[in-house]
């Protein structure tokens, strides 16, 4: 349903990038009952499916930190993020904008130096800033550090609750009532292919997890295959099964030991996370602290109906957009309670910085909503939309063993992006098929996160109108992506740091 570019333009101031409202440049007083946190702790690893922890699946019982912590949070239950690709999704959770405010379509793009980032905002409020910052695709090398101090930024690990420097932030915290600390993470354990690292450690904890493990032989074989042959079978199933003779029995096996692993380097994340929250705890640093753990998108291991398998980036699922958001904070307000509302990852800087009574920049140029009022339950949950686009694709794409994702993205044109907005339960996308038609379609994530019963009707004047808001947010944004194609790393620099990662050849 075309609709001319002044109505786009109309429609897009009217409707932000899912707002009713438009932010505030500054995050007010906080009631006098809360007490501003002295350490806030943001703890984003990568590629993190909320379906396979606690407390947002109450079948898993191998992540009881996160379900401990679960129960001492607020659980936000439809948070998503802009992209399933981690550059862009950091710099949006960074920046508190989507790429029309950070300027990133695909990875990997240093951030300008402009931008106002989270830790920006907290040095900027008398926080030291510290970052373990080691996702190469948003690191401090890319400007995804900026506002922490070379001092304090350490590339070597990702922060865990035994790191001597981070015990010296806290003993500094509980020795000086006057100190006040901003600290990061980011990396990665639960990216594909999936590793196992402790899988020994996990079956022996959780033996009914591990029932359909095949032998030690045969899982070396399917571990290497999966190693091996990831991004092809990733992104071409069908035609990499053929070309690799894999039997029915093959697949299946492939299917159950690619979950096992991902389900061991789940339970290792929540020990990481655990011992991060440990090392708070027994300083006596709970509840002066307000600590968020999220990640940059999701991943969708499996499902008959889906494009892309054991994979994250273009593909708009709900396991891939819809992610994890879980905030503590006692003696900010924080409740343990579940937060109902749509949220999306440009809400976190300003919510943080609501919660932490940090005023925003004037610089600062994001377009999030600062949800600490809605949170503490002092106000309704705003009324938002979360809009989710996909990368622009790589000219590499058309290399041998790529053509199903190619055909779905022939090249790096804005034209091609996919989108997906949330409103309540429902999820609305429009995307391309391969003889270059575009459809709408729309699922209830109440009862079908399989995406099997399409209920999109154009003579739905509901329907209609969403279309017409999605179609005014890709416009918006293919403008602004078209006036940064280009302007990346170098292409031999971008290559390498891609191929390292495994997303070409």
Request: proline fraction near 6%; charged fraction near 25%; charge should be negative.
């Amino acid at each position: 349903m075309p609709i001319g570019v002044g109505l786009v333009a109309v429609l897009f101031a009217l409707t932000s990038l899912g707002g009713c409202t438009q932010p505030s440049q500054h995050t007010g007083r906080v009631a006098d009952a809360y007490v501003s946190p002295r350490l806030v702790l943001v703890y984003a690893p990568c590629t993190v499916s909320r379906l396979y922890m606690a407390p947002y699946n109450t079948q898993v019982a191998y992540t009881p930190n996160f379900d401990a912590f679960g129960k001492r949070a607020s659980v936000f239950e439809r948070h998503h993020t802009e992209s399933g690709q981690s550059g862009i999704a950091y710099a949006s959770l960074l920046s508190g904008g989507q790429a029309d405010v950070h300027g990133v379509f695909k990875h990997p793009r240093r951030l300008r130096e402009e931008l106002i980032l989270l830790p920006e905002v907290f040095e900027a409020a008398g926080y030291d800033t510290y970052s373990w910052m080691v996702q190469k695709m948003a690191s401090s090398k890319l400007r995804y550090g900026q506002g922490v101090p070379d001092a304090h930024a350490f590339h070597d690990n990702h922060l865990e609750g035994d790191d001597p420097r981070f015990a010296r932030i806290l003993a500094r915290l509980k020795e000086d009532p006057s100190y006040k600390a901003f600290v990061i993470t980011n990396f990665t354990v639960t990216h594909g292919p999936y590793e196992g690292t402790l899988l020994d450690e996990f079956c022996t904890k959780y033996p009914a997890e591990c029932s359909r493990r095949v032998g030690d032989v045969e899982l070396e074989r399917l571990k290497t295959l999966a190693r091996e042959q990831h991004r092809p079978l990733s992104i071409n199933y069908p035609n990499t099964v053929r070309e690799l003779g894999l039997t029915e029995g093959d697949e299946a096996q492939l299917r159950d030991t690619n979950e096992l692993l991902y389900k061991a380097d789940m339970y290792r994340l929540d020990k990481l996370f655990g011992g991060v929250v440990d090392a708070v705890d027994t300083a006596g640093l709970f509840d002066d602290a307000v600590i968020a753990f999220t990640s940059d998108h999701g991943e969708l291991l499996w499902r008959d109906n889906a494009l892309l398998k054991w994979w994250h980036g273009y593909q708009l699922v709900p396991e891939v957009t819809n992610i994890s958001l879980l905030v503590s904070g006692p003696g900010a307000g924080v409740p343990a309670a579940r937060y109902a509302g749509v949220s999306r990852s440009i809400d976190v800087l300003p919510t943080l910085a609501g919660l932490a009574d940090a005023a925003l920049p004037k610089a600062y140029s994001g377009t999030g909503e600062n949800l600490a009022t809605a949170l503490r339950g002092l106000e309704p949950a705003p009324d938002l939309v979360a809009f989710s686009h996909s990368a622009l694709a790589y000219a590499p794409l058309a290399a041998r063993r790529m053509e199903l994702l190619s055909s779905h993205f022939p090249g790096p044109d804005p034209a091609y992006m996919w989108i997906t907005a949330r409103r309540d339960d429902d999820y609305y996308k429009f995307t391309r098929s391969p003889d270059d038609s575009w459809s709408y379609s729309l699922y209830d994530l109440t009862h079908d996160t399989g995406e099997t019963n399409d209920s999109f009707d154009s003579a739905n004047v509901d329907h209609a109108a969403m279309a017409e808001r999605i179609e005014a947010y890709k416009e918006h944004m293919s403008a602004h992506a078209y006036r940064v194609v280009g302007r990346g790393l170098p292409r031999d620099k971008a290559i390498e740091m891609l191929r390292s990662l495994g997303y070409i050849d």
